[in-house]
């Protein structure tokens, strides 16, 4: 079935600092990523839709300017946490989407711990 | 609107018995809905998907049943197994440019004991 890696799995970093989280379509051509949040026992909040060559869309609340996304190609988006504050410590989890109206595919997330 | 919560539901069970998770979705206009699995340091896993125009899907040792007059989403496992034990989320979407755009519910922490 459809596979997609996000790199890394678990990262610290120090605040101040940023991180890029790398999500992967390993066998397909995603037209669509999305990017979610999770804070521990609660659910998935959706961030931003990425599309390939166009400027993602963000949901309401969240800063574009802090969460910085690209989506370069059809099979790889990244998520830029900019200048990391405790605070953004979470569970960050892609998703893509191989066509329109298509199953979506979820990656295994990456923990961000920020210190 | 945003579906979070602090506190997760919780459902135990015994090996073998049948589960019956529920969700109240929020949205009139949603017609497409899905049921994930998430296990824990893990990413959703598909589990099943029922749009608006049915009312009940059937898979492998799963049922959605959908009622859009209540606004009520449920997920039946058969013979539950420890294997089971996870959180289950329920996610809609109100369709228009994509069906990958998804508001998802509050969970529910399934717990089978052996």
């Known amino acids: 079935g459809a596979v997609v890696s996000q790199h890394p799995s678990w990262v610290i970093c120090k605040s101040g600092t940023s991180v890029k989280i790398e999500c992967r379509s390993l066998?397909?051509?995603?037209?669509?990523m999305f990017w979610y949040r999770q804070f521990p026992k609660q659910s998935l909040m959706l961030m931003a839709t990425?599309?390939?060559?166009?400027?993602?869309?963000?949901e309401q609340g969240v800063e574009k300017d802090k969460f910085l996304i690209n989506h370069a190609s059809l099979t790889l988006s990244t998520l830029t946490v900019t200048s990391a504050h405790p605070e953004d410590s979470s569970f960050y989890i892609c998703?893509?989407?191989?066509?329109?109206?298509?199953?979506?595919?979820f990656g295994n997330g990456t923990r961000l711990t920020v210190t | 609107g945003e579906s979070v919560g602090l506190h997760l539901p919780t459902l135990s069970v015994q090996e073998g018995d049948n589960s019956i998770i529920n969700c109240a979705y929020s949205?009139?206009?949603?017609?497409?809905f899905i049921w994930y699995k998430q296990e824990s340091g893990k990413g959703p896993q598909f589990i099943i998907d029922?749009?608006?125009?049915?009312d009940k899907r059937q898979g492998q040792r799963v049922t959605v049943l959908l009622n859009k007059t209540v606004k009520h989403l449920s997920l039946q496992i058969a013979a539950t197994q420890p294997g089971d034990s996870a959180v289950y989320f329920c996610?809609?979407?109100?369709?228009?440019?994509?069906?990958?755009?998804?508001?998802f519910g509050q969970g529910t922490i399934l717990t089978v004991h052996p």
């Open positions: 998703s893509a989407e191989e066509s329109y109206n298509s199953p979506l595919h």
């Open positions: 066998d397909f051509q995603a037209t669509t």
């Open positions: 990425s599309n390939e060559g166009s400027k993602a869309t963000y």
């Open positions: 949205n009139s206009a949603s017609d497409y």
């Open positions: 029922i749009r608006s125009n049915m």
């Open positions: 996610a809609e979407n109100a369709g228009g440019t994509s069906y990958g755009k998804l508001t």
